[in-house]
């Protein structure tokens, strides 16, 4: 007979009926009449300390005894013989973790959301990998939906390391602004630890407490840190240990910072550098980390430590530049730009545009140069991914593949800080190039994500914005027809259409087009979901997401079904939630239905996803500034009245 399964969700009164059911099922007393009270606390753990007991006793039969018990009872159990693994008699210390790891857990409850249902479906029986990638599910759920399932996998989790992970996920989420929902979340965390005396329960009942008290207790913090480090410090090699107590220290510093206590926050910065392994992947993990949080400080002194893999890196070298910029030495932090750019040398064209290296030196060295410009433009720092972009168009033919990639990239970066002319004559010399040169357009379309069409379409599209911004509408018109004719369902193409101050007939034969693309969007949106069955999941969620978007993002920005958009929209970042693309679409659909407040709430979301993003935060700007003009206009109404 297999295990029974015990809900995770029992509660202290549910544990309690739980008990009371095993223990009756088994008692001489289950057939009288007198009902009889469920035991208490006190009785129930001592019940499970006497099963403890004889798991180490000499007769054979008492020992499966009580192991057949502490099965039945489950989670009950579960802290005490948690504990008991490391009994001094190794009799019941062995029996202890077979039982721990044997036991059956019911991982989510009644009370948790589909999401978290889906995610720890079957999740004792994954792989600690798998456990781990869940763990970052359940923390990237929005409004901490997930934190009472990540408390369970502190709580129950066999897996120490996989414990520890749950609890860093925890305290690593940011704090809400609301005291109130801070209290909640300590509640929730405390009735989900209940009495659970391990490592990660005691940092979470520490950092619940903080929370409602909405203070940082730097001693007792202090103290925990102290604790175990002296523990780490014991073990002859290192671990996962190490890896936690550094989180601590970082989860610390941050939490200090946002109490305002900067000179402990450095302190404890400062400290968790002694935990930071001399080798590449700890020391750039450090660096991000510090960037992130704007430590630039701390950069400067893993600098000092070792600058042999600082200069030796571009990723760490552009970290020293902007750690020395922000620091106010601007000049010390454009050496340091110049030798990075330097770090992958490319040798500059012969006269016939053709390339000195060879063709897989000069591929390796763009690559590092491309994916460094793309690292920098997710930290914002535009200027410096501008450069490298263009050192690879000045020293790659015409005809490859990295000439293409870098000009369509870089093209992006301007027209997004609207410089459209400059971006649509970026993009020029690769669409020439494609129209005589199918060789090239081949390769284009084989080792690029983007077609000959997205190239021409963009160019023309550039061109018009960039001749709308100096006045010359004719030119305008024309670039905006030859950029549909290459791409007619690009919505932003359409709605710059749809903006145009065109004649009559301009606005019957956009309307026209508007109409059509909806059309097919659906078409797309039906299609994706009749094809549910036989595609990988991930993938057909990735297409359907992006026809919703793409319908709700023209509609929304036009004259289309606002409410059908505001529906699709939200279908979107069903299927891939959290991305700022998509949650951008999202705030447009609100403020085309006159709800001003979602707008700018929903695009303060899509800041928060993509902070460095000139639109998103232009559109943030914009939504403000509508919202303040409509609650004037209703206060003055008001006053009216």
């Known amino acids: 007979m297999p295990t029974p399964i015990l809900s995770a969700r029992t509660t202290t009164a549910g544990l309690a009926i739980a008990m009371l059911s095993v223990w009756l099922s088994c008692s001489p007393l289950a057939a009288a009449d007198a009902p009889l009270a469920p035991p208490s606390d006190v009785e129930l753990r001592a019940q499970v300390d006497r099963l403890i007991e004889q798991l180490g006793d000499p007769s054979y039969a008492k020992r499966i005894r009580a192991r057949g018990e502490l099965q039945r009872m489950g989670l009950m159990a579960f802290d005490a013989l948690h504990a008991a693994q490391l009994n001094d ?190 080798r590449k992947q700890p020391l750039r993990n450090a660096v991000e980390w510090a960037l992130d949080h704007q430590m630039w400080t701390i950069v400067l002194k893993l600098l000092d430590r070792d600058a042999s893999d600082f200069k030796n890196d571009a990723w760490l070298s552009y970290a020293v530049a902007e750690a020395l910029t922000e620091t106010g030495d601007a000049a010390e932090g454009e050496r340091w730009v110049s030798q990075a750019l330097e770090l992958a040398p490319l040798a500059p064209l012969n006269e016939d545009g053709s390339s000195p290296m060879t063709a897989d030196a000069r591929q390796q060295a763009t690559q590092r140069h491309m994916l460094v410009a793309m690292e920098l433009v997710s930290r914002g720092r535009f200027d410096w991914a501008k450069r490298e972009y263009q050192y690879v168009i000045d020293r790659s033919p015409i005809d490859t593949s990295s000439s293409a990639d870098s000009r369509w990239k870089l093209a992006m970066i301007l027209s997004e800080f609207e410089d459209y002319q400059p971006a649509a004559e970026l993009l020029e010399p690769s669409v020439q190039r494609m129209m005589m040169d199918r060789d090239f357009r081949r390769i284009v379309q084989r080792e690029l994500i983007y077609s000959f069409e997205d190239f021409e379409s963009r160019m023309h599209y550039n061109a018009a914005l960039g001749h709308q911004q100096a006045g010359e509408n004719e030119q305008a018109a024309a670039s905006l027809k030859s950029a549909l004719a290459a791409a007619p369902l690009d919505g932003d193409i359409l709605i710059a259409m749809y903006r145009f101050p065109g004649d009559e007939k301009w606005k019957q034969e956009t309307q026209r087009a508007i109409r059509e693309a909806l059309t097919e969007f659906e078409r797309m949106i039906r299609e994706g979901e009749r094809q549910a069955a036989g595609l990988n999941q991930q993938q057909l969620n990735r297409g359907i997401s992006h026809y919703c978007n793409q319908y709700a993002w023209l509609a929304a920005n036009t004259n289309g079904d606002l409410k059908r958009a505001l529906a699709y929209s939200r279908r979107s970042l069903e299927l891939m939630p959290k991305r700022a693309s998509l949650t951008d679409t999202l705030s447009h659909c609100y403020y085309a239905l006159g709800d001003y407040d979602a707008a700018v709430r929903t695009q303060r979301e899509a800041v928060a996803l993509e902070p460095h993003s000139p639109p998103i935060r232009r559109q943030l700007d914009f939504f403000i500034q509508k919202q303040q003009e409509h609650r004037e206009k209703q206060n003055a109404a008001a006053r009216k009245d």
């Open 89 to 278: 008699d190794s009799e019941i210390a062995m029996a202890a973790r077979y039982l721990v790891e044997s036991l059956q857990v019911s991982w989510s409850t009644e009370d948790d959301s589909t999401d978290v249902r889906q995610i720890l479906s079957e999740y004792g029986a994954q792989t600690e990998v798998e456990r781990k990638s869940r763990m970052d599910r359940l923390a990237g759920l929005p409004q901490r939906e997930g934190l009472a399932a990540l408390c369970r996998l502190v709580r129950f989790e066999t897996k120490l390391r996989l414990s520890r992970a749950a609890a860093l996920l925890i305290m690593q989420q940011p704090t809400s602004d609301s005291i109130e929902l801070r209290r909640r979340n300590s509640a929730v965390i405390a009735e989900s630890l209940g009495a659970n005396s391990r490592e990660a329960s005691k940092w979470l009942t520490l950092y619940a407490r903080d929370l409602a008290n909405d203070e940082f207790n730097v001693s007792a913090w202090r103290a925990l840190i102290e604790s175990e480090r002296s523990r780490v410090a014991s073990q002859t090699t290192r671990s996962s240990d190490d890896l936690a107590v550094l989180e601590l220290y970082r989860i610390c510093a941050v939490r200090a910072m946002e109490h305002g206590l900067q000179a402990e926050s450095l302190a404890l910065a400062t400290e968790s550098l002694e935990l930071v392994e001399a």
